[in-house]
């Protein structure tokens, strides 16, 4: 009997770890790692919002900016704000600049590479706990030729007690720290 005991409080409390373990998750998919340099001019360029969070995409922005000063880009821009249409919510066309004006923008600021990304999640969950969960795309442009030299999705579902901006803080810095950490 103590035996049988034992061994259901041992699976009740992996069954409480994984379950604990499975409230906090992240995914991230990316391709290869490039070697880019830290050393030249970076831009942040405007990213969209395809959420019903209003300014989830400037919020993000934000974020990535200061990530990737943290990471060692030192010479690094963003989109001014005044060249964006000030809208609540960024859904679709009109956002108040086009890609192809933000890379003659990022371009005419002499930049080497462009950060962009775009904004899939980022919101509380309803319900009791209201964890934060948040996803976003991001990739990186070589502005000599336009091309995309990196990109990367990911999501994550924080725990109840974490905030929004932390869940998505952890959530870029994770997409973010392997292509700073080549160098």
Request: hydrophobic content about 45%; proline content about 3%.
């Amino acid at each position: 009997m103590f035996a049988y005991s034992k061994l259901v409080c041992r699976l009740v409390f992996l069954g409480l770890v994984g379950l604990l373990m499975s409230a906090c998750a992240t995914t991230i998919d990316s391709a290869p790692l490039v070697r880019l340099d830290r050393t030249v001019r970076w831009v942040v360029l405007p990213f969209s919002n395809g959420t019903e969070t209003p300014l989830a995409g400037q919020r993000a922005e934000a974020v990535a900016l200061g990530l990737v000063q943290t990471l060692g880009v030192n010479d690094i821009q963003r989109y001014p704000q005044n060249m964006q249409e000030e809208k609540l919510f960024e859904f679709g066309q009109g956002q108040g600049y086009t890609q192809e004006q933000a890379l003659m923008w990022a371009r005419a600021q002499q930049a080497r590479f462009a950060l962009a990304g775009s904004v899939q999640e980022w919101r509380y969950k309803v319900g009791v706990d209201g964890e934060p969960v948040v996803g976003v795309s991001l990739r990186i442009v070589d502005l000599a030729d336009g091309r995309v030299i990196w990109s990367a999705v990911g999501a994550k579902s924080g725990g109840s007690r974490e905030s929004l901006a932390a869940a998505g803080q952890k959530l870029m810095k994770s997409m973010l720290e392997p292509v700073f950490s080549k160098n």
